[in-house]
């Protein structure tokens, strides 16, 4: 049914936006725990700097990307020495979508933490709860529909992630040619219409399934916090 | 022995200043004033939750905080469960694994607070499928779970059905009695302090006025004023003798007050309220009454009001009582101290609260 071309690209495209929202969710709920409870000295600067991914040009990160792990550079010369680059791998298309994925989780997570009622970590508190616990046991489980729902569209994201992708880790079919990489090379070569069409119909597939799965789960959520 | 709760501090939260001293020894204390005044700020700064500018935390002769000596327990590890008013029951969790939260009690000990709360049935239940009254139980029970060296109680009786607020204050009554844990009770309401709690801290606008026994506390002069309460009345510990007629005769040393009879069992303690406009006054004792109370007592005291006396009234042994009447009947009956007077009181005007079974 479908070409090795296509197949591959899908399950490429699978591979890199997992592991982006894998490796970005633990950093996307530290950044949004911080940013929702704590009050320190360059709060806003941080919270500016998390944001950018969201607003400059996605070609510019994958740029900046490309600069921070240049080989010529001190880090990207030990990663090369050691064999660990990420740029042209599916790891470096990983991150590269991974970090534009990452103010979308911050800001979906966010919102779960700032709406949970401080009652509950008080109660917590005083039934002898220490910070570490009141953050595994309650502030985790309450944010959970929203840590769902920010994975959720981090890895909608991460899977559409195109001019950062190609910037940093190029368009290498079947080592960095992801799903929306293989449609636009489709749709520049000559005769490539119906290859193009195809991509971009099975572009929904894992777009329409992620969706689905949140929404379920996170309707059981609700049903049993009885918010339903 | 040092007192249970040993309080002194002072506190600048959110722009308000204040401060407040007392110590309370009984089971259970009652933290009295109007809405706003402060106490639960006051709570939250006992528990730990906000930081005192400076003063004293001791609970059981334990220091908890004191900023002259830099102790400063933090709020976890304090152990004094503060169970605030909407109860916050964590949603995510079930009845029982709220309870488990921070439960150092083994699972049979869990179950027999469950019971005796009335909420054995409700372990499996989700918070957000419970009643009012049912969530504070469980709240309740969750805190004293964690086998506390304190429990405050913020306004739990709030939203709930006089039936429901008489079992509730009952069972926060057994349970301090039972497991030995001292409890705060925050409340704006006479009837809470005069039926639930031993000593009372009387609390105006960001200090506290006074503080000790309740009877003391509510006889002092500021309390009328500030809770707002044109008729304290008087309070009456009593014990139940005999019954009759669908009467029980209810006993302190010689005086006895004879109450319907609502199946309370012989030999339990009452505490009765009996307000002043309640009471009215005779010089000789009546016949042909249906009056059932007729008390002797001798006049300690007449305080004028507006429109009329507040008659202090003293039996031979020692019960307290009050009468509010009229100036005409003053005048009438030519009342003054050191008088005998009876003081009349129908069966069915005393609000009685079982105390112990």
Redesign the interface.
């Known amino acids: 049914m479908l070409s090795d071309f296509e197949s591959a690209a899908l399950a490429l495209s699978f591979k890199v936006a997992v592991t982006a929202t894998l490796a970005g969710l633990p950093v996307a709920l530290f950044a949004a725990f911080m940013l929702a409870r704590w009050r320190f000295p360059g709060k806003t600067i941080l919270d500016v700097l998390l944001h950018i991914p969201l607003v400059v040009p996605p070609v510019v990160v994958g740029y900046l990307l490309l600069i921070a792990f240049a080989p010529t550079g001190a880090f990207g010369g030990w990663l090369q020495a050691h064999g660990l680059s990420p740029a042209f791998k599916w790891q470096g298309a990983a991150l590269a979508s991974g970090i534009m994925a990452l103010p979308l989780m911050i800001r979906s997570i966010r919102q779960a933490f700032e709406a949970e009622?401080p009652?509950?970590g008080?109660?917590?508190?005083?039934?002898?709860?220490?910070p570490w616990r009141r953050f595994y046991?309650?502030s985790l489980?309450?944010a959970?529909p929203g840590i769902l729902s920010g994975a959720v569209l981090g890895f909608a994201r991460a899977i559409g992630e195109f001019g950062a992708t190609i910037t940093f880790a190029a368009n290498i079919p079947g080592l960095t040619q992801t799903l929306p990489l293989a449609l636009y090379s489709a749709a520049q070569s000559p005769g490539g219409e119906a290859a193009a069409a195809r991509l971009a119909l099975l572009s929904l597939i894992p777009a329409l399934l992620s969706l689905l799965i949140s929404e379920t789960l996170s309707r059981r959520?609700r049903k049993?916090?009885?918010?339903a | 022995m040092s007192a249970a709760v040993d309080i002194a501090l002072r506190w600048h939260v959110a722009e308000d200043p204040g401060n407040a001293t007392f110590s309370a020894g009984g089971d259970v204390t009652a933290l009295i004033g109007p809405s706003g005044v402060g106490k639960s700020t006051l709570a939250r700064l006992i528990a730990g939750l906000s930081q005192p500018t400076e003063g004293h935390v001791r609970v059981n002769g334990e220091t908890l905080y004191d900023s002259a000596a830099g102790v400063n327990v933090s709020a976890y590890k304090r152990g004094i469960a503060l169970v605030p008013q909407d109860s916050a029951l964590f949603p995510h969790l079930s009845v029982k694994a709220n309870i488990g939260f921070g439960a150092k009690i083994a699972e049979a000990e869990i179950a027999r607070y469950a019971e005796e709360a009335g909420i054995g049935h409700l372990m499996d239940r989700r918070p957000h499928t419970l009643s009012g009254g049912e969530a504070r139980r469980v709240a309740i029970v969750r805190a004293l779970a964690t086998q506390p060296k304190l429990l405050i109680l913020d306004e739990p009786m709030t939203g709930l059905d006089p039936v429901r607020r008489r079992d509730l204050m009952t069972l926060i009554r057994t349970s301090a009695r039972l497991s030995g844990v001292p409890v705060i009770l925050i409340t704006h309401q006479i009837e809470e302090m005069l039926f639930a709690a031993d000593d009372a801290v009387l609390m105006a606008p960001a200090r506290t006025v006074t503080s000790g026994p309740i009877e003391t506390v509510l006889a002092h002069a500021e309390t009328a004023r500030l809770l707002n309460i044109d008729d304290a009345g008087s309070l009456i510990e009593a014990t139940v003798g005999g019954r009759q007629d669908g009467l029980i005769s209810c006993c302190n040393g010689n005086t006895s007050l004879m109450l319907p009879d609502d199946g309370e069992p012989e030999g339990c303690r009452l505490r009765l309220r009996v307000l002043g406009r309640d009471v009215a006054l005779s010089k000789h004792a009546l016949e042909d009454v249906s009056i059932l109370n007729q008390i002797e007592c001798r006049i300690a005291g007449v305080t004028e009001r507006p429109s009329g006396y507040d008659i202090a009234l003293e039996t031979a042994d020692g019960v307290q009582l009050k009468s509010r009447i009229t100036m005409r009947s003053y005048k009438a009956l030519n009342l003054k101290e050191g008088d005998t007077v009876f003081a009349l009181i129908k069966a069915v005007a005393v609000k009685e609260m079982l105390v112990e079974g």
Request: aromatic content about 10%; cysteine-free.
């Open positions: 009622s009652a509950f008080d109660v917590a508190t005083t039934l002898g709860a220490g046991a309650v489980p309450l959970w959520a049993k916090r009885g918010l």
